[in-house]
């Protein structure tokens, strides 16, 4: 079975830091190539529409994100272990969300991790 799996949420203060992870199994096995795939990261707020974070070009070479999160946010990925990642950087309490990744070629999300941002 093909899935992603998100780990790495928790509560933290503002201002601080939180990364996620977000690790790929079974593509092999369906002749997927986790390397191969571009990534994104989205995430959704109590009573807001899914947003997208940002994105991450199969060999790591190139990211985009979305204003909110430009400058404090950065996405990166290790091919070698089928894992994407988030760092988080002075956290703002509208970042509270929960944070899925997201496989484009294969319309493949994760569970989701909860980010809650507060003091």
């Known amino acids: 079975q093909v899935q992603v799996v998100e780990s790495g949420g928790g509560l933290v203060q503002p201002g601080g830091s939180l990364r996620l992870s977000c690790v790929a199994f079974g593509f092999q096995d369906f002749g997927f190539t986790f390397g191969g795939s571009t990534m994104n990261w989205y995430r959704r707020a109590p009573g807001k529409e899914r947003e997208l974070v940002g994105g991450?070009?199969?060999?790591?070479?190139?990211?985009n994100y979305a204003a909110s999160v430009k400058g404090r946010f950065t996405i990166s990925r290790d091919n070698a272990k089928n894992t994407l990642y988030l760092q988080m950087n002075s956290l703002k309490p509208e970042d509270t969300a929960v944070y899925y990744c997201?496989?484009?070629?294969?319309?493949?999300w994760g569970q989701g991790t909860q980010v809650t941002v507060s003091s």
């Open positions: 997201y496989v484009p070629a294969y319309d493949l």
């Open positions: 991450i070009s199969s060999d790591g070479g190139r990211t």
